[in-house]
């Protein structure tokens, strides 16, 4: 999908849709807007139901302050023009109230986005507003004060944040990001200290890498274009069910010896198209289009592992709460868990680039599933589902483990159960 193509009406209601179902915000809270290039504001409507948001009840305010549409500007639509008079590179503002991004608004907090390296590049600095009446002047005045200093991102006290970007998608995806942060955050701290990563170690992240030749495509096979309908099917499933986020998360399927697909990078997940996956052919990239920056890194697991028919990389807040703390995850679950992930081990940040056949030898009969140090999960499979299930399975076994406290501590499934397991399920 090209959301640059869309009406602004079109683009407010399909981001309000991915912040509703994404439970980002209620029936009622949160606002959206974008500023066209004739100085229109669009904007969400006061009081309409945004799960059942539609087109036409976006609102246009004329830059005269005549308003078209079927019902009232939101009544949060002082500060949305605020920031824009002080930010004109700015043309979208995003604002909604995500309980872990409420939960550091009423603490006097902001989240460390040092604990992943994309989110930090994705986010940039961070401020916090004071507190104001909502819908007042002093509010937007609060607000478009911080956004002057330059950051992108603000924190509203005792109200939620603000985004803003040079088009909706990314002021979305700020603020998509930085609630992944801090619902990770709040696990992570609920179980150990949490890592952050040094200015070196971001640094090295944003380096740019070697990309690898280009080739053209004489035809696309059958098999081919199976797996690339799969890998997006799979992509969107994740973002609906918060495996991944829009700005992350990497798919890949092999296809043969040396012969692999891959979803592309600085794309939006959630908007991803078959024609947007990047076939890999004996190290070589399918013209016109950017792999992922890991693609030597699955190019180097699918050479030393023939047996593995897919890899995913993927950010979920349950399981990465232990990627940025030096907490071990236990599969020791219940049997599901232990059958699928077997043992996780972590695999330190530098690997990731740096050393991918490293990270590759760290996978093994006995360790499919990866916790890359402040920045991912990894899981392998037979093929995309099986891949695909050992992530959602890790997610899962992580959010229970993550609630345990509340109950006791963890009566892990004792050794001589786990050689039954193995004996039935996995030595078979």
């Given at each position: 999908m090209n959301f640059e193509f869309l009406h602004p009406r079109e683009q407010i209601v399909a981001i309000m849709n991915r912040i509703y179902i994404g439970e980002m915000t209620t029936l009622s809270g949160g606002n959206l807007s974008v500023l066209d290039e004739h100085g229109e504001l669009w904007i969400t409507p006061a009081g309409v139901d945004k799960g059942k948001l539609t087109p036409g009840d976006i609102v246009c305010v004329k830059p005269d302050g005549s308003v078209e549409g079927a019902h009232a500007p939101s009544s949060e639509y002082p500060f949305h023009r605020a920031i824009y008079e002080k930010r004109p590179d700015l043309r979208a503002v995003v604002h909604t109230h995500p309980p872990a991004l409420v939960a550091y608004s009423i603490s006097g907090e902001i989240p460390d986005t040092h604990i992943i390296p994309q989110a930090n590049k994705i986010c940039g600095p961070i401020r916090y507003a004071p507190y104001a009446l909502p819908g007042s002047e002093k509010l937007g005045e609060n607000i478009a004060e911080t956004f002057a200093s330059g950051v992108n991102i603000v924190m509203l006290e005792n109200h939620g944040v603000a985004c803003g970007g040079e088009n909706l998608l990314e002021a979305y995806?700020?603020?998509?990001?930085?609630?992944?942060?801090?619902?990770?955050?709040?696990?992570?701290?609920?179980?150990?200290?949490?890592?952050?990563?040094?200015?070196?170690?971001?640094?090295?992240?944003?380096?740019?890498?070697?990309?690898?030749?280009?080739?053209?495509?004489?035809?696309?096979?059958?098999?081919?274009?199976?797996?690339?309908?799969?890998?997006?099917?799979?992509?969107?499933?994740?973002?609906?069910?918060?495996?991944?986020?829009?700005?992350?998360?990497?798919?890949?399927?092999?296809?043969?010896?040396?012969?692999?697909?891959?979803?592309?990078?600085?794309?939006?997940?959630?908007?991803?198209?078959?024609?947007?996956?990047?076939?890999?052919?004996?190290?070589?990239?399918?013209?016109?289009?950017?792999?992922?920056?890991?693609?030597?890194?699955?190019?180097?697991?699918?050479?030393?592992?023939?047996?593995?028919?897919?890899?995913?990389?993927?950010?979920?807040?349950?399981?990465?709460?232990?990627?940025?703390?030096?907490?071990?995850?236990?599969?020791?679950?219940?049997?599901?868990?232990?059958?699928?992930?077997?043992?996780?081990?972590?695999?330190?940040?530098?690997?990731?680039?740096?050393?991918?056949?490293?990270?590759?030898?760290?996978?093994?009969?006995?360790?499919?599933?990866?916790?890359?140090?402040?920045?991912?999960?990894?899981?392998?499979?037979?093929?995309?589902?099986?891949?695909?299930?050992?992530?959602?399975?890790?997610?899962?076994?992580?959010?229970?483990?993550?609630?345990?406290?509340?109950?006791?501590?963890?009566?892990?499934?004792?050794?001589?159960?786990?050689?039954?397991?193995?004996?039935?399920?996995?030595?078979?």
């Open positions: 995806q700020r603020m998509e990001t930085l609630d992944f942060c801090a619902r990770t955050l709040i696990h992570a701290r609920g179980i150990g200290k949490v890592q952050v990563l040094s200015e070196e170690q971001l640094e090295k992240f944003t380096e740019r890498q070697h990309q690898l030749p280009e080739f053209a495509v004489g035809y696309h096979t059958t098999e081919e274009r199976e797996a690339r309908q799969q890998i997006v099917e799979i992509v969107h499933r994740a973002c609906d069910r918060h495996l991944m986020i829009s700005t992350e998360g990497v798919v890949s399927a092999r296809l043969g010896e040396e012969r692999f697909l891959i979803t592309p990078t600085g794309m939006d997940r959630r908007g991803l198209q078959i024609q947007d996956i990047v076939l890999i052919d004996h190290n070589q990239r399918e013209k016109g289009k950017i792999p992922s920056r890991s693609v030597y890194l699955h190019q180097e697991i699918y050479r030393m592992h023939p047996e593995v028919g897919s890899v995913i990389t993927a950010q979920c807040p349950n399981a990465v709460a232990y990627a940025v703390t030096p907490v071990a995850f236990d599969s020791r679950t219940i049997p599901e868990s232990y059958i699928l992930l077997r043992d996780v081990p972590k695999v330190a940040f530098d690997t990731l680039y740096g050393n991918p056949e490293g990270v590759a030898r760290s996978i093994t009969e006995r360790s499919p599933v990866l916790l890359i140090e402040n920045d991912c999960v990894l899981t392998t499979g037979r093929n995309v589902l099986q891949a695909f299930d050992r992530l959602e399975v890790l997610e899962y076994s992580a959010r229970a483990l993550l609630d345990l406290p509340r109950l006791g501590s963890l009566q892990a499934i004792d050794e001589d159960r786990i050689r039954e397991i193995e004996a039935k399920f996995l030595n078979a």
